[in-house]
């Protein structure tokens, strides 16, 4: 990880405020983590399974010299388990005011599928794990926001909740319904300080996009006008944003981030 340890330049400073990042173990989640630890945030890094790998967050954190980070395990399917996690979060680190909602599955769930019980166990999972969470955690996290009369939400959507899926509804769903928990936030809570903003993907390399990513590398490349898969780096730096003073009158958008891929 490269150096600075302050933060990178006072509208980047984020004052050493707490942050929970969800899925910070690997892809979106780990950059994100990482790149708010290098401006001065005290973050908390949860993850589901994937303890090792979240821990390896912490101490790049702790190496480039930024506040201290802790981990935190949560299931985010589970209420008890995301009422367990805030709470661990704030009697280890604070208050998180300082929300990003990354983690995510995507699972296909066809409308060819003959079994209706398999429909909808995968729909219910993905609607509690991808969007559920982000309500719930952020109905935990909002008395203290207005009590600081202050917080910053990011929604880590996709581009699907915009282009739609044939064969992910469940998946393009959470992702809309992200974009609009974003807005009804923004509207219900700008008046208190607090604002709420998405980020909407393309394709990025990560575990979760490799194995189509490999099956249809040129294919995929040939419609994004820049010419590349996007990094975690790209969206840690667009969640940044959102976060940081430089975003101070954003509320309620949702930041296409697709290489000019779906534009609308
Ligand atoms: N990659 C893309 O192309 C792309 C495009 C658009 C949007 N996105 C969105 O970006 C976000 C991050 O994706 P990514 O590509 O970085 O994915 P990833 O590499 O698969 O990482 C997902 C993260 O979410 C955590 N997670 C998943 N299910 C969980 C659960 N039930 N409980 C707790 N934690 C859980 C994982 O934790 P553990 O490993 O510790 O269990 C992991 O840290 C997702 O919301 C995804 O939908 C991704």
């Known amino acids: 990880m490269d150096a600075p340890t302050a933060a990178l330049s006072p509208l980047l400073d984020l004052e050493g405020r707490v942050a929970l990042v969800t899925g910070a173990s690997r ?11 290098r401006c001065n945030a005290r973050v908390a890094i ?33 209420d008890d388990e995301r009422r367990r996690l805030h709470r661990e979060v704030v009697d280890s680190l604070g208050n998180p005011l300082l929300l990003v909602h990354n983690a995510g599955i995507y699972v296909r769930n066809p409308f060819e599928e003959t079994d209706d019980d398999a429909f909808l166990s995968r729909w219910r999972t993905t609607q509690s794990v991808n969007l559920e969470s982000a ?10 926001m207005r009590t600081a009369r202050f917080g910053r939400i990011v929604m880590v959507a996709s581009r699907a909740a915009f282009r739609a899926e044939t064969d992910a509804a469940s998946y393009a769903v959470s992702k809309a319904g992200m974009v609009s928990l974003a807005r009804c936030l923004a509207r219900n809570e700008g008046p208190r300080g607090i604002t709420a903003n998405s980020i909407c993907p393309g394709w990025v390399d990560t575990a979760m996009a490799r194995p189509d990513v490999a099956a249809r590398k040129a294919e995929i490349e040939a419609e994004i006008p820049l ?6 780096e790209d969206c840690a730096r667009a969640i940044l944003f959102f976060l940081s003073p430089l975003a101070s009158y954003s509320n309620g958008t949702a930041l296409g981030l697709n290489g000019g891929s779906f534009l609308h």
């Open 27 to 37: 892809g979106i989640g780990a950059a994100t983590a990482r790149l708010l630890g």
């Open 46 to 78: 949860h993850y589901g399974k994937s303890r090792a790998e979240a821990e390896e967050v912490a101490s790049d954190i702790a190496q480039a010299g930024g506040p201290p980070a802790a981990v935190f395990q949560a299931g985010l399917g589970s």
């Open 135 to 144: 309500a719930h955690l952020t109905l935990l996290a909002l008395p203290a």
């Open 227 to 232: 010419g590349r898969i996007a990094t975690p």
